[in-house]
């Protein structure tokens, strides 16, 4: 009887398996269907674009990478903005402020160090932007993504958590920086 369980339950394993090419990928070596999941190519064209969109914004980039419903969260903008620091607040609500906020900012000399993990609907890559003059600053993003049109090339973000060390931003544009006690 034991022996009939065990081959009850190795068939069932690799019919499931041949029913479903797309897996879990990862260590079982599944495939990944590239319109449901994030991709390494597609994570990787989600992070150059968000790096494009902060180095040298276009509207028409912000119109093929953003979804409609993008919401960007950071409390180093708001820093930077005089606004409070609210962690559940964002910075750009709305896809349109968002573009409106960026498209107004200049050139920033962001490079991506890495992608340091992506799965179906999240990656997060750091990254860092020398303004010279030993104001190196170093930053967080952890981008939420969306596929609306259900393509393997369609995906776009929809969500932007960003930190990076703001103090030093600020001291880059051009603020003084006063240490405690001085």
């Known amino acids: 009887m034991r022996s009939f369980a065990v081959a009850a339950a190795a068939a069932t394993l690799l019919s499931s398996a041949a029913a479903a090419p797309w897996g879990a990928g990862g260590l079982w070596g599944g495939k990944v269907n590239p319109a449901k999941c994030l991709t390494k190519d ?20 912000a119109e093929t990478l953003l979804a409609d419903d993008l919401v960007d969260y950071s409390n180093s903008i708001k820093a930077l903005q005089g606004f409070p620091v609210d962690p559940f607040t964002p910075v750009f609500p709305t896809k349109a402020a968002f573009e409106q906020g960026q498209g107004a900012q200049p050139s920033v000399p962001l490079e991506i160090l890495a992608i340091d ?18 104001n190196l600053v170093a930053g967080i993003t952890h981008l939420t993504a969306s596929n609306s049109k259900g393509q393997s090339d369609t995906w776009q973000i929809s969500a932007i958590y960003t930190e990076f060390d703001s103090l030093t931003w600020f001291k880059a544009i051009g603020g003084t920086v006063t240490p405690p006690g001085q």
Do not use: M, P
């Not at 990787?44 to 914004?57: D, H, K, P, R, S």
């Not at 993990?117 to 030993?134: I, K, M, P, V």
């Open 117 to 134: 993990s992506f799965n179906c609907q999240n990656l997060t890559l750091r990254w860092d932007a020398n303004f010279g003059n030993g």
């Open 42 to 61: 597609s994570a990787t064209y989600l992070a150059e674009g968000f790096q494009g969109l902060i180095v040298a914004y276009t509207t028409a980039n």
